[in-house]
Nanobody, 115 residues
Framework: QVRLVESGGGLVQPGGSLRLSCAAS????????GGWYRQAPGKQRELVAI???????NYADSVKGRFTISRDNARNTVFLQMNSLKPEDTAVYYC?????????WGQGTQVTVSS
């Protein structure tokens, strides 16, 4: 069974940075596409960033130029580097991986951007 554990969330001031990590229980990210979603209070979950097995990346327009998704296959971990954070980035961030026709989710990590 695939288990994903996120970490790195917290409270940060506008303009600050955070780095989220998503560690998998198996070497799954090297052979499957994965990424990050986020869900703000009262809003639908939205896609933030994707990384494919080939290493291609794609981002939501709202985070382009500020967020970077990357992967460390040796550590079975996907990262989301978030710079120039804005209050509207406040949300619970979830990592996911698509494996064997199923989407697996982490438990989420809270990111709060506030002065």
């Amino acid at each position: 069974q695939v288990r994903l554990v996120e970490s790195g969330g917290g409270l940060v001031q506008p303009g600050g940075s955070l780095r989220l990590s998503c560690a998998a229980s198996t070497s799954i990210f090297s052979i499957n596409d994965g990424g990050w979603y986020r869900q703000a209070p009262g809003k639908q979950r939205e896609l933030v960033a994707i990384i494919t097995t080939a290493g291609s990346t794609n981002y939501a327009d709202s985070v382009k130029g500020r967020f970077t998704i990357s992967r460390d296959n040796a550590r079975n971990t996907v990262f989301l580097q978030m710079n120039s954070l804005k209050p509207e980035d406040t949300a619970v961030y979830y990592c996911y991986v698509d494996h064997q026709l199923s989407r697996h989710w982490g438990q989420g990590t809270q990111v709060t951007v506030s002065s």
